[in-house]
């Protein structure tokens, strides 16, 4: 079953400039760098996402939003416990992150 895993980051105000630039590109690019542990193929379905740019007063104070789909649980287990790309994000961003919310959900099951 498809899943859903929304990403949402406040970077820190001391990050650098070119911080925001980095986190987003970074995110977007681990949908080609993330390869199946056993055929080395791809197994992001999608991911979508940005610098906030909402109207609305209601960010919480957010500043990038993330969408990446997975084809199963297994994909979305093996991205977040032991992707070495993943990791390595991780670790980039690490110390320019004030806040991380992660929802994740399965369309249709509530
Ligand atoms: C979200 O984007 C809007 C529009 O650019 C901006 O006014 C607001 O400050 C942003 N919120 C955060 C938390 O960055």
Same mark, same amino acid.
């Given at each position: 079953?498809?899943?859903? #895993?929304?990403?949402?980051?406040?970077?820190?105000?001391?990050? +650098?400039?070119?911080?925001? !630039?980095?986190?987003?590109?970074?995110?977007?690019?681990?949908?080609?760098?993330?390869?199946?542990? !056993?055929?080395?193929?791809?197994?992001?379905?999608?991911?979508? /996402? /940005?610098? &906030? &740019? @909402? *109207?609305?007063?209601?960010? /919480?104070?957010?500043? #990038?939003?993330?969408?990446?789909?997975?084809? &199963?649980?297994? +994909?979305? +287990?093996?991205?977040?416990?032991?992707?070495? #790309?993943?990791?390595?994000? *991780?670790? @980039?961003? &690490? /110390?320019?992150?004030?806040?991380?919310?992660?929802? +994740?959900?399965?369309?249709?099951?509530?």
């Amino acid at each position: 079953m498809t899943i859903v #895993h929304i990403v949402l980051f406040q970077l820190k105000s001391t990050a +650098d400039a070119t911080a925001a !630039d980095d986190i987003t590109k970074y995110m977007l690019a681990l949908r080609d760098q993330c390869v199946h542990p !056993d055929t080395g193929v791809p197994y992001i379905k999608s991911t979508i /996402g /940005g610098l &906030n &740019n @909402s *109207k609305e007063p209601l960010s /919480g104070g957010l500043t #990038h939003a993330f969408v990446v789909e997975f084809e &199963n649980e297994q +994909d979305r +287990d093996y991205y977040v416990k032991e992707d070495p #790309h993943h990791k390595a994000f *991780k670790a @980039s961003i &690490n /110390g320019k992150i004030e806040k991380v919310v992660v929802v +994740d959900f399965t369309p249709g099951v509530f």
